[in-house]
């Protein structure tokens, strides 16, 4: 009897350990990603006042290198309070393509943050590693302003080293408050917010303001700005403009890397000065620049500008040398450009003013204008198309061709005959 019951209390020893071990691995296995497809996104996000979606296609290395990230910021979040979703979507698949299409999915992996049920889309503009991901959308989860109560809350807020916006209001509700706070809501993923009662708990500015006024604060140019226009366009133009550096640096400090892709995502045309920055005497022109840029400021361009050893690639996209540096390009809406080389400082100026009153003409990449020219098929250059296609008063066959272009390469030497033949009737 003392036997059995031995055996029966071993067995069930064994019989809870493996429960526990099987518990612990179900736990570790468990998927806190939501899978989504055609059948059930719909119905899923509009359940959700929150809910961050991936678009990944299994084929993708990055989507395979953010996957585990993901999925650890999922198990993170889902412990939140209130817990944060985390979804992803097979967008290679057929039947959920339409999906892809209608978030506007351009490359793998994007991830969109739906609010309100979907009624709301914003982009993720935070890390890909899961620590990042977890801070990040503990923010967008939350209020898109948050309120400084104290000095504290503000240096918290204003650390010297991004973008931050403050309204300062007597109260929190009414016309200007409720401007604020949707151009908060808005700009969210771009930019901080806070909204305060007491204008003297922020770091600089006049403390005895008592608003409304939005206040930004950037650490760079003249540290802050305040503006008063409530209208939601106009906060949405201001913040734009004041958050740019007025002379945007292009060099290898990755602090400066936010500002050049927003220089050249602005709508504004845009000036671009390159230059070999550690030369003795750089800073009596790279001052007069700034100058410059202070003197057309608000008049539709931007400044730029840019260290030659980091600047190669623009250099070569302009298709200019290294021996015209300093050199100050101008590209307008139209994505004409015009040029001035090997520039000193006293002819920055009058090279812009030139360009705002359409004085200087188009640069156009050509190579260079042939010597001899006098063969049936005639070589034209960007320098010499004008001339020789659209003012020719003939009709001219253009071929656009490249060298390397086996096709090109093998044209028919009958056709030559042709063209000689034909000569004086339509040029080649």
Known sequence: MARSVSVWFALSAFLCSVM??????????????????HSNFTDTVSKHK??????????????????????????????HDPPVILAKVDANEEANKYLANEYEVRGYPTLKILRNGGKNVQEYKGPREADGIVEYLKKQSGPASAELKSAEDASNLIDGKKIV????????????????MALAEKLRSDYEFGHTLDAKHLPR???????????????????????????????????????????????????????????????NAKAMLFANLSVEGIDSLTSK??????????????????????????????????????????????????????????????????YKEGKVPPYLKSEPIPEENKEPVKVVVADTLEDMVFKSGKNVLLEFYAPWCGHCRNWPQSWMKLLFIMKKMIMF
């Open 20 to 37: 526990v071990i099987s518990a612990e691995q179900s736990s570790e296995t468990k998927d806190f990603v939501l899978t989504l497809d």
């Open 165 to 180: 916006v403050v309204g300062v209001f007597p109260k929190f509700s009414g016309e200007e408050f409720e401007s604020y």
């Open 289 to 354: 620049y700034r100058e410059v840029a202070e003197q057309f400021k608000g008049q539709g361009i931007g400044f730029l500008l840019g260290d030659l050893e980091a600047s190669q690639a623009a250099i070569q996209y302009f298709g200019v040398q290294e021996s015209q540096v300093p050199l100050i390009i101008i590209q307008n809406n139209d994505r004409k450009k015009y040029l001035k080389p090997n520039l000193q400082a006293n002819d920055i100026a009058p090279f812009v003013k030139d």
């Open 205 to 267: 500015g006049e403390s005895s303001v008592t608003g409304p006024v939005v206040r930004l604060f950037k650490p760079f140019d003249e540290l802050f700005v305040d503006f008063k226009d409530f209208n939601v366009e106009a906060l949405e133009k201001f913040v734009a403009e004041s958050s740019m550096p007025l002379v945007t640096h292009f060099n290898k400090d990755p602090s400066n890397h936010q500002f050049v892709i927003k220089f050249y995502n602005s709508p």
């Open 50 to 79: 929150f809910i961050v979606v991936e678009f990944y296609a299994p084929w993708c290395g990055h989507c395979k290198n953010l996957a585990p990230e993901y999925e650890k910021a999922a198990s993170i979040l889902s412990k």
